[in-house]
């Protein structure tokens, strides 16, 4: 930190104090959650299913957790994704869902370095791993009108924060598809199909690829975009969201 910034920074804290990043509640530093919103998020930690990330629940004891770190669960036993892991700072529910949504459509782009922070923590071993940091793109027309690509901004802090590289065009967008919002798992599977490409097989091909997107839901766009940059030479893709949904069962 540079004197300037010591010197001025309290100043600004007084006329614009650090908020909370879900509900906007002024809170001790920058990139926080003031105590409420802590308490209503839910973080992500072991044990959980080696590919897919997803938390087994309960509490298995620290010991316990450790024996069962390649324990898969059975939707990854019964037919496993085309990435390799997926990893995810949150669960997305009541408590997260407003911090995203600020985050994706309220121009909370500033929250992107804290965000960043937490997934970083969550998805350690994939960014060890990783070769190359590539965010899941937005269609051009939808990009044009949100202004950013929430995914980008948390691909470039990831990459800021681990010295880890990243493109921001390696794989694009090539057509603008229906929200995935109420769709089924196979409708989502039908929606993205053949909607992505990587345009920069030079950056790809030999590397293991990190994909990066704001929430993990059926997995239907993240594994499309993981059979893409397979077939364009990546070494490996894992995955890496700030939040993912938790199906039911029956789901």
Same mark, same amino acid.
């Given at each position: 930190?540079?004197?300037?910034?010591?010197?001025?920074?309290?100043?600004?804290?007084?006329?614009?104090?650090? +908020?909370?990043?879900?509900?906007?509640?002024?809170?001790?530093?920058?990139?926080?959650?003031?105590?409420?919103?802590?308490?209503?998020?839910?973080?992500?930690?072991?044990?959980?299913?080696?590919?897919?990330?997803?938390?087994?629940?309960?509490?298995?004891?620290?010991?316990?957790?450790?024996?069962?770190?390649?324990?898969?669960?059975?939707?990854?036993?019964? +037919?496993?994704?085309?990435?390799? +892991?997926?990893?995810?700072?949150?669960?997305?529910?009541?408590?997260?869902?407003?911090?995203?949504?600020?985050?994706?459509?309220?121009?909370?782009?500033?929250?992107?370095?804290?965000?960043?922070?937490?997934?970083?923590?969550?998805?350690?071993?994939?960014?060890?791993?990783?070769?190359?940091?590539?965010?899941?793109?937005?269609?051009?027309?939808?990009?044009?009108?949100?202004?950013?690509?929430? *995914?980008?901004?948390?691909?470039?802090?990831? *990459?800021?924060?681990?010295?880890?590289?990243? *493109?921001?065009?390696?794989?694009?967008?090539?057509?603008?598809?229906?929200?995935?919002?109420?769709?089924?798992?196979?409708?989502?599977?039908?929606?993205? +199909?053949?909607?992505?490409?990587?345009?920069?097989?030079?950056?790809?091909?030999?590397?293991?690829?990190?994909?990066?997107?704001?929430?993990?839901?059926?997995?239907?766009?993240?594994?499309?975009?993981?059979?893409?940059?397979?077939?364009?030479?990546?070494?490996?893709?894992?995955?890496?969201?700030?939040?993912?949904?938790?199906?039911?069962?029956?789901?």
């Amino acid at each position: 930190m540079s004197g300037l910034t010591r010197a001025v920074g309290p100043a600004l804290d007084l006329v614009l104090p650090p +908020r909370c990043l879900r509900c906007g509640e002024v809170v001790a530093g920058d990139g926080a959650l003031c105590v409420d919103c802590f308490q209503a998020a839910t973080f992500i930690t072991p044990p959980l299913c080696h590919r897919c990330g997803v938390p087994f629940g309960g509490d298995w004891g620290e010991a316990v957790a450790e024996e069962a770190a390649g324990l898969v669960c059975a939707a990854c036993a019964r +037919r496993a994704p085309p990435w390799y +892991r997926a990893r995810a700072a949150l669960i997305y529910d009541d408590g997260a869902r407003p911090l995203l949504l600020a985050f994706k459509h309220g121009d909370r782009t500033d929250a992107a370095p804290a965000l960043a922070g937490w997934m970083a923590r969550a998805g350690a071993d994939l960014l060890e791993s990783a070769d190359l940091i590539v965010p899941v793109p937005l269609h051009r027309g939808r990009l044009w009108r949100r202004r950013y690509n929430q *995914s980008a901004l948390l691909a470039a802090a990831l *990459s800021r924060r681990t010295g880890r590289a990243w *493109s921001a065009g390696a794989l694009i967008r090539t057509r603008a598809t229906p929200t995935q919002g109420g769709k089924g798992r196979a409708q989502r599977s039908r929606n993205v +199909r053949g909607a992505f490409r990587v345009a920069r097989p030079d950056r790809v091909a030999g590397r293991r690829v990190l994909l990066v997107d704001d929430v993990l839901t059926s997995g239907a766009t993240m594994a499309e975009c993981a059979r893409v940059l397979r077939r364009a030479g990546a070494d490996g893709v894992d995955v890496l969201t700030l939040a993912r949904v938790v199906m039911r069962a029956e789901e």
